[in-house]
Protein backbone atom coordinates (compact mmCIF):
# COMPACT_ATOMS: atom_id res chain seq x y z
CA UNK A 1 0.00 0.00 0.00
CA UNK A 2 1.69 3.12 -1.14
CA UNK A 3 -0.58 5.77 0.34
CA UNK A 4 0.45 9.32 -0.51
CA UNK A 5 3.32 9.14 -3.93
CA UNK A 6 4.67 12.82 -4.57
CA UNK A 7 6.85 12.93 -7.78
CA UNK A 8 9.39 14.48 -8.50
CA UNK A 9 11.43 14.42 -4.71
CA UNK A 10 13.64 17.28 -5.90
CA UNK A 11 13.92 19.98 -8.29
CA UNK A 12 15.86 23.22 -9.09
CA UNK A 13 14.18 25.48 -11.03
CA UNK A 14 15.40 28.57 -12.57
CA UNK A 15 13.10 31.99 -12.08
CA UNK A 16 10.29 32.10 -14.69
CA UNK A 17 10.27 28.59 -15.40
CA UNK A 18 7.22 26.16 -14.91
CA UNK A 19 6.77 23.07 -13.59
CA UNK A 20 3.69 20.75 -12.37
CA UNK A 21 4.00 18.83 -9.51
CA UNK A 22 2.09 15.56 -9.13
CA UNK A 23 0.52 13.66 -6.24
CA UNK A 24 -1.30 10.82 -6.45
CA UNK A 25 -2.86 8.19 -3.85
CA UNK A 26 -4.17 4.52 -3.35
CA UNK A 27 -6.47 5.03 -0.39
CA UNK A 28 -9.91 5.72 -2.16
CA UNK A 29 -10.01 9.41 -0.07
CA UNK A 30 -12.37 11.77 -1.34
CA UNK A 31 -10.10 15.34 -0.17
CA UNK A 32 -7.22 16.10 -1.49
CA UNK A 33 -4.29 18.94 -0.42
CA UNK A 34 -1.27 21.01 -0.98
CA UNK A 35 0.73 22.39 1.74
CA UNK A 36 4.11 24.50 1.62
CA UNK A 37 6.64 24.25 4.53
CA UNK A 38 8.76 26.98 5.68
CA UNK A 39 10.84 27.24 8.64
CA UNK A 40 9.02 28.33 11.62
CA UNK A 41 5.88 28.65 9.85
CA UNK A 42 4.33 25.17 9.89
CA UNK A 43 2.69 23.91 7.03
CA UNK A 44 0.46 26.31 4.87
CA UNK A 45 -2.46 25.07 2.85
CA UNK A 46 -2.25 26.00 -0.86
CA UNK A 47 -5.02 24.58 -2.70
CA UNK A 48 -7.32 21.68 -1.70
CA UNK A 49 -9.99 19.45 -3.55
CA UNK A 50 -12.78 18.03 -1.32
CA UNK A 51 -14.00 15.95 -3.50
CA UNK A 52 -13.36 14.57 -6.85
CA UNK A 53 -14.21 17.78 -9.53
CA UNK A 54 -13.85 20.92 -7.07
CA UNK A 55 -10.47 22.67 -5.79
CA UNK A 56 -10.87 25.65 -3.40
CA UNK A 57 -7.63 27.81 -2.28
CA UNK A 58 -6.30 27.87 0.86
CA UNK A 59 -4.18 30.57 3.11
CA UNK A 60 -1.29 31.13 0.33
CA UNK A 61 -3.16 30.45 -3.39
CA UNK A 62 -1.03 33.06 -5.34
CA UNK A 63 1.39 32.03 -7.95
CA UNK A 64 -0.26 28.46 -7.89
CA UNK A 65 -2.81 26.71 -9.77
CA UNK A 66 -4.05 22.83 -9.04
CA UNK A 67 -5.98 20.15 -11.54
CA UNK A 68 -7.82 17.51 -9.33
CA UNK A 69 -7.81 15.02 -12.78
CA UNK A 70 -9.53 12.27 -10.65
CA UNK A 71 -10.51 10.94 -7.61
CA UNK A 72 -6.69 9.60 -7.12
CA UNK A 73 -4.34 12.43 -8.23
CA UNK A 74 -4.34 16.21 -7.43
CA UNK A 75 -1.38 18.15 -9.26
CA UNK A 76 0.19 21.39 -8.14
CA UNK A 77 1.48 24.29 -11.14
CA UNK A 78 3.98 27.13 -10.90
CA UNK A 79 3.62 29.09 -13.84
CA UNK A 80 6.23 31.24 -13.40
CA UNK A 81 8.56 30.38 -10.75
CA UNK A 82 9.46 32.59 -8.37
CA UNK A 83 12.71 32.74 -5.61
CA UNK A 84 9.98 33.24 -2.94
CA UNK A 85 7.88 29.59 -4.02
CA UNK A 86 11.79 27.82 -2.95
CA UNK A 87 9.83 25.65 0.12
CA UNK A 88 9.00 21.91 0.53
CA UNK A 89 5.68 20.83 -0.59
CA UNK A 90 3.98 18.49 0.76
CA UNK A 91 0.56 16.57 -0.99
CA UNK A 92 -1.95 14.71 1.78
CA UNK A 93 -5.43 12.89 1.49
CA UNK A 94 -8.19 12.11 3.81
CA UNK A 95 -11.28 10.32 3.75
CA UNK A 96 -13.49 12.31 5.58
CA UNK A 97 -13.37 15.51 7.94
CA UNK A 98 -12.95 13.36 11.65
CA UNK A 99 -9.94 11.27 10.17
CA UNK A 100 -6.57 12.53 9.96
CA UNK A 101 -4.67 13.57 6.39
CA UNK A 102 -2.41 11.01 5.28
CA UNK A 103 1.27 12.87 4.03
CA UNK A 104 3.41 12.33 1.10
CA UNK A 105 7.09 12.56 1.68
CA UNK A 106 7.58 16.06 0.09
CA UNK A 107 8.94 17.56 -2.92
CA UNK A 108 11.76 19.95 -2.04
CA UNK A 109 11.81 22.44 -4.71
CA UNK A 110 14.42 25.17 -4.91
CA UNK A 111 13.83 28.32 -7.34
CA UNK A 112 17.07 30.36 -8.17
CA UNK B 1 -12.41 30.02 12.16
CA UNK B 2 -9.38 28.10 14.18
CA UNK B 3 -6.03 28.46 15.28
CA UNK B 4 -3.35 27.10 17.42
CA UNK B 5 -0.30 28.19 19.26
CA UNK B 6 2.84 25.92 19.79
CA UNK B 7 4.38 27.38 23.17
CA UNK B 8 8.30 26.61 22.59
CA UNK B 9 9.77 26.38 19.32
CA UNK B 10 12.88 24.03 20.31
CA UNK B 11 12.23 21.77 23.53
CA UNK B 12 15.43 19.59 24.70
CA UNK B 13 14.95 16.99 27.36
CA UNK B 14 17.22 14.31 28.76
CA UNK B 15 16.80 10.54 27.68
CA UNK B 16 14.56 9.26 30.18
CA UNK B 17 13.00 12.34 31.32
CA UNK B 18 9.27 13.51 30.78
CA UNK B 19 8.68 14.97 27.18
CA UNK B 20 6.11 17.91 27.19
CA UNK B 21 4.70 19.67 23.93
CA UNK B 22 2.30 22.45 24.42
CA UNK B 23 -0.55 23.35 22.34
CA UNK B 24 -3.46 25.65 22.44
CA UNK B 25 -6.22 26.12 20.05
CA UNK B 26 -8.46 28.61 19.91
CA UNK B 27 -11.95 27.06 17.69
CA UNK B 28 -15.16 29.06 17.33
CA UNK B 29 -16.83 25.35 17.19
CA UNK B 30 -15.88 21.94 18.90
CA UNK B 31 -12.83 20.69 17.56
CA UNK B 32 -10.98 17.89 16.53
CA UNK B 33 -7.26 17.76 17.32
CA UNK B 34 -4.59 15.87 16.29
CA UNK B 35 -0.51 15.98 16.75
CA UNK B 36 1.83 14.78 14.01
CA UNK B 37 5.46 13.43 14.02
CA UNK B 38 7.75 15.00 11.06
CA UNK B 39 11.45 12.78 10.64
CA UNK B 40 14.15 14.98 8.90
CA UNK B 41 13.28 14.70 4.84
CA UNK B 42 9.94 12.55 5.49
CA UNK B 43 6.29 13.88 5.90
CA UNK B 44 4.19 13.67 8.43
CA UNK B 45 3.37 11.15 10.55
CA UNK B 46 0.21 11.10 12.80
CA UNK B 47 0.58 10.60 16.46
CA UNK B 48 -2.70 10.69 17.88
CA UNK B 49 -5.79 12.43 17.16
CA UNK B 50 -9.43 13.77 19.67
CA UNK B 51 -12.48 13.44 18.12
CA UNK B 52 -14.85 14.32 20.99
CA UNK B 53 -14.88 10.53 22.49
CA UNK B 54 -12.10 10.21 25.62
CA UNK B 55 -10.42 13.34 26.70
CA UNK B 56 -7.45 11.30 26.91
CA UNK B 57 -5.66 10.04 23.70
CA UNK B 58 -3.24 7.57 23.58
CA UNK B 59 -0.77 7.60 19.96
CA UNK B 60 1.55 5.47 19.17
CA UNK B 61 5.33 5.21 20.49
CA UNK B 62 3.72 5.94 24.08
CA UNK B 63 2.95 8.99 23.36
CA UNK B 64 -0.47 10.50 25.41
CA UNK B 65 -2.25 13.88 24.55
CA UNK B 66 -5.29 15.36 26.70
CA UNK B 67 -7.77 17.74 25.40
CA UNK B 68 -8.71 20.13 28.15
CA UNK B 69 -11.74 22.24 27.09
CA UNK B 70 -11.23 24.64 30.04
CA UNK B 71 -7.90 25.33 29.21
CA UNK B 72 -8.22 25.09 25.67
CA UNK B 73 -4.98 23.07 25.43
CA UNK B 74 -4.32 19.55 23.99
CA UNK B 75 -0.47 19.11 25.31
CA UNK B 76 1.65 16.20 24.52
CA UNK B 77 3.26 14.14 26.68
CA UNK B 78 5.74 10.93 27.16
CA UNK B 79 6.64 9.71 30.30
CA UNK B 80 10.39 8.70 29.06
CA UNK B 81 12.30 10.08 26.11
CA UNK B 82 14.28 7.94 23.87
CA UNK B 83 16.53 9.29 21.49
CA UNK B 84 14.50 8.27 18.23
CA UNK B 85 12.45 10.29 19.74
CA UNK B 86 13.98 13.41 18.17
CA UNK B 87 11.92 15.34 15.53
CA UNK B 88 9.62 17.78 15.14
CA UNK B 89 5.84 17.91 16.38
CA UNK B 90 2.92 19.71 14.87
CA UNK B 91 -0.39 20.08 16.73
CA UNK B 92 -3.14 20.78 14.37
CA UNK B 93 -7.07 21.52 14.49
CA UNK B 94 -9.93 21.38 12.65
CA UNK B 95 -13.50 22.44 12.97
CA UNK B 96 -16.11 19.42 14.16
CA UNK B 97 -18.53 20.60 12.56
CA UNK B 98 -19.47 23.16 9.44
CA UNK B 99 -18.31 23.69 5.40
CA UNK B 100 -14.84 25.44 6.47
CA UNK B 101 -13.50 22.38 7.88
CA UNK B 102 -9.63 22.55 6.91
CA UNK B 103 -6.80 21.76 9.35
CA UNK B 104 -4.80 24.68 10.51
CA UNK B 105 -1.22 23.63 11.91
CA UNK B 106 0.96 24.94 14.87
CA UNK B 107 4.27 26.61 13.92
CA UNK B 108 5.80 23.21 15.41
CA UNK B 109 7.99 22.61 18.12
CA UNK B 110 11.88 20.70 17.66
CA UNK B 111 12.29 17.70 19.85
CA UNK B 112 16.11 17.56 20.69
CA UNK B 113 16.56 14.34 23.12
CA UNK B 114 20.39 14.78 25.22
CA UNK B 115 22.10 11.40 26.07
Known amino acids: NAGVTQTPKFQVLKTGQSMTLQCAQDMNHNSMYWYRQDPGMGLRLIYY???????DKGEVPNGYNVSRLNKREFSLRLESAAPSQTSVYFCASRYSPDQPQHFGDGTRLSIL | AQSVTQLGSHVSVSEGALVLLRCNYS??????LFWYVQYPNQGLQLLLKYTSAATLVKGINGFEAEFKKSETSFHLTKPSAHMSDAAEYFC?????????????FGSGTQLTVLP
Open chain 2, 92 to 104: AVTLASGSARQLT
Open chain 1, 49 to 55: SASEGTT
Open chain 2, 27 to 32: SSVPPY
